[in-house]
DNA sequence: GAGTGGTCTAGACCACTCT
DNA sequence: GAGTGGTCTAGACCACTCA
């Protein structure tokens, strides 16, 4: 919020969300924008890429830069992959409700090694939740955290949000992730806890998420019932 | 290929291709890569930001610039989101076959005019393609596309690729893509063409594709066995 | 304190689109 | 030709990390 790109980006953004700026209409040029700012056109220029890469406007060069209309098949159920706010944030803490079925540490074995970067020497939190929206099972989640990066992690924080005690108490900042999405049957814990039938369809989300340092922080997996939740995600083309 | 960020871009990636920038280890800094580029630092800076988007590279302000090691659960059957060459593209000419099993012209009902942003008197095709990977029914496609922007296209292009046609032969630029993933149960078409049982796992892609200049161009949904195939989407935080 | 990447400026030229 | 966004430069200052 501190950078002036950033100011200008959030005017921006609040202006096409209060209508200022209406859908498939031209918004100011760079130049203009930049003299009603008081910066520089090239910091103009790097608040439009970032409402750009959100989806937002498009430009065109030669002619200018416009208001993307919304797109129509997203719902409030689905889940962008466009952000990292984790479940908590997504859903409202009024909403959403975590059965915290373990939650161990452990040496991790050798595919959490590779997942994490770790030796087998270093610690991992071991978590398996079950996430209940509005009183509906609704996510498996079963999750590997090394300890040496989330020291002294709580059964309070595990039975809300853990992304609130990584961003907010120990200050750290994702830097990425890596998805990966597949369809499976239900079977085992999917059938126990989110209460579908053998076989019925369920999405898969394999996830790793890393810091702004590079390290690696989370190696997931969160199962769905195909029919409660989808998962969404935008790509801009730069080339 | 022409700017001179993209030159930089391309030769800092084929050395950490060909092993002359290692992984977890630090590249030269951004003052000696502008000198041996002779280009100023900025122009160094928006190259590896680009890297850092496709994530080959993370930066750490106060330390440097490291090559980031390959994510762990990729294989090579999992389509990536993040790149926009179409089927075709990916598996190699030698290995796909479609088989169109529809290819019809005819005016958009409600929801598809939603979708590309178009009029009801605005004809679309409408195709279904079974997509064929190595013998194997692998996806079937069901795609939906405005003729205004796509004039001709022929069987010869179906049977092909669209997309080759959409750049090569008509010049058209992607601008981004919207997609959805969701897991169903197989039904219908999905057991007659891709040779799965009734209520076996379906991955599906609804996807909306737009060009540079913002006109939607495709609206599609893409029905994977879950068995088969996975997507996967990499993100990179910047805030 | 030295070195890193991040931001910002003023000014220039280019490619593109429309009239 | 006028106006748009895209690229590039030279130079400056800042926040951050490590020794």
Do not use: C
């Amino acid at each position: 919020m501190s950078t002036k790109y950033q100011v200008v980006a959030n005017a921006i953004r609040e202006r096409i969300e209060n209508g200022t700026y209406k859908i498939d209409e031209l918004i100011p040029d760079q130049n203009a924008l930049a003299q009603e700012f008081h910066v520089n056109r090239l910091t103009v220029k790097k608040a439009l890429d970032g409402l750009a890469a959100e989806g937002l406007i498009y430009k065109q060069s030669g002619l200018g830069t416009y208001v993307r209309g919304k797109i129509p098949f997203i719902t409030p159920h689905d889940v962008s992959v466009n952000d990292f706010g984790g479940a908590f944030h997504h859903f409202g803490e009024e909403h959403i409700q975590s059965k915290v079925i373990s939650f161990d540490v452990e040496l991790p074995d050798e595919r959490i090694q590779k997942n994490l970067s770790i030796k087998h020497i270093d610690p991992v939190y071991n978590i398996t939740r079950l996430r209940i929206v509005d009183g509906k099972p609704t996510v498996l989640e079963h999750t590997y955290m090394p300890v040496r990066l989330v020291p002294d992690l709580e059964r309070e924080h595990v039975d809300t949000s853990i992304y609130t005690y990584i961003n907010e108490t120990l200050g750290l900042k994702f830097g990425g992730a890596f998805r990966k999405f597949s369809a499976f049957g239900a079977s085992g814990d999917d059938i126990k806890y989110l209460e579908v039938e053998e076989g019925s369809p369920i999405l898969e989300v394999e996830q790793l998420v890393w810091l702004s340092n590079g390290k690696m922080i989370e190696y997931s997996t969160s199962r769905n019932p195909g029919n409660l939740r989808s998962y969404t995600a935008l790509n801009v083309n730069n080339f």
